[in-house]
C-alpha cells in the first residue's frame, strides 16, 4: 500500500483551528478519521475527489470543512473552535469506490492546550 | 446513522487458534461498503478485508470475511504473533460512515 503524506504535528489553544493536510492524488475518495489516546477510531468526514461532495459526522457538523485542491492533488480538513477533547491523532485514507480506504497516512497529532 | 457492535470486545486465544470476530449493524449494510481494519499499537489502521469478503493487496488468506444484511465476520484461520491487536469494522456506504468499537485479540 502507498503511505499518503500528511502535515506534520500542530499544537493548539482553545477556540482556534487547525488545517491537516493530506496528499493524495490519484484515488477516488478520501475520509477522514481521528483517534484519540487509547480509544477508538471515530469517523469525521469525507470527500469525493471528482465531484467534490462532502458528507460529515454529526458531532462535527459545523465545525469541520474537507476540502480538494485538484492542482497539488491535496486533500484538507479544517477543524474549527478547538478543544480540549479534539487532542487527537488525525489520519486520512484514500481509495477506490468499492474498494475500501486500502491507502493511509501516517496520522497527525493534535494537541488542543491552553 | 447505522450503529456498528463488534463482539467480543476482547478474545483471549493461543497462537495457532481460530479467531471469529462479530460486527452486527441496527440496519441493513450493503455489503460492497463493510470493511475490516487491524491496527497494531502506535500505527495507522490497515485495510484487511473489503466488500465484506474481498482481501485487500498482500493480506495472508489466513484472513477471511464473511457476511450479509446486518451480521459480519472476520476469521483469522490460525493466529499467528503478529496478530494480536485490535481488529475494526467500518460501514461506508450509507452516510454518514461508522465504525465498531473494536475487537482486541490477546494472548490467552
Known amino acids: 500500500q502507498m503511505q499518503l503524506v500528511q502535515s506534520g504535528p500542530e499544537v493548539k489553544k482553545p477556540g482556534t483551528s487547525v488545517k491537516v493536510a493530506c496528499k493524495a492524488s490519484?484515488?477516488?475518495?478520501v475520509q477522514w478519521v481521528r483517534q484519540a489516546r487509547g480509544q477508538r477510531l471515530e469517523w469525521i468526514g469525507w470527500?469525493?475527489?471528482?465531484?467534490?461532495?462532502?458528507n460529515y459526522a454529526q458531532n462535527f457538523q459545523g465545525r469541520v470543512t474537507i476540502t480538494w485542491d485538484m492542482s497539488t492533488g491535496t486533500a484538507y480538513m479544517v477543524l474549527s473552535s478547538l478543544r480540549s477533547e479534539d487532542t487527537a491523532v488525525y489520519y486520512c485514507?484514500?481509495?477506490?469506490?468499492?474498494?475500501?480506504?486500502?491507502?493511509w497516512g501516517q496520522g497527525t497529532l493534535v494537541t488542543v492546550s491552553s | 446513522e447505522i450503529v456498528l457492535t463488534q463482539s467480543p470486545g476482547t478474545l483471549s486465544l493461543s497462537p495457532g487458534e481460530r479467531a471469529t470476530l462479530s460486527c452486527r449493524a441496527s440496519q441493513s449494510v450493503s455489503s460492497i461498503y463493510l470493511g475490516w481494519y487491524q491496527q497494531k499499537p502506535g500505527q495507522a489502521p490497515r485495510l484487511l478485508i473489503y466488500?465484506?469478503?474481498s482481501r485487500a493487496t498482500g493480506i495472508p488468506d489466513r484472513f477471511s470475511g464473511s457476511g450479509s444484511g446486518t451480521d459480519f465476520t472476520l476469521t483469522i484461520s490460525r493466529l499467528e504473533p503478529e496478530d494480536f491487536v485490535v481488529y475494526y469494522c467500518q460501514q461506508y456506504g450509507s452516510a454518514p460512515a461508522t465504525f465498531g468499537q473494536g475487537t482486541k485479540v490477546e494472548i490467552k
Open positions: 490519484g484515488f477516488s475518495a
Open positions: 485514507a484514500a481509495g477506490y469506490d468499492g474498494s475500501g480506504y486500502l491507502h
Open positions: 470527500i469525493a475527489v471528482a465531484s467534490g461532495i462532502t
Open positions: 466488500g465484506a469478503s
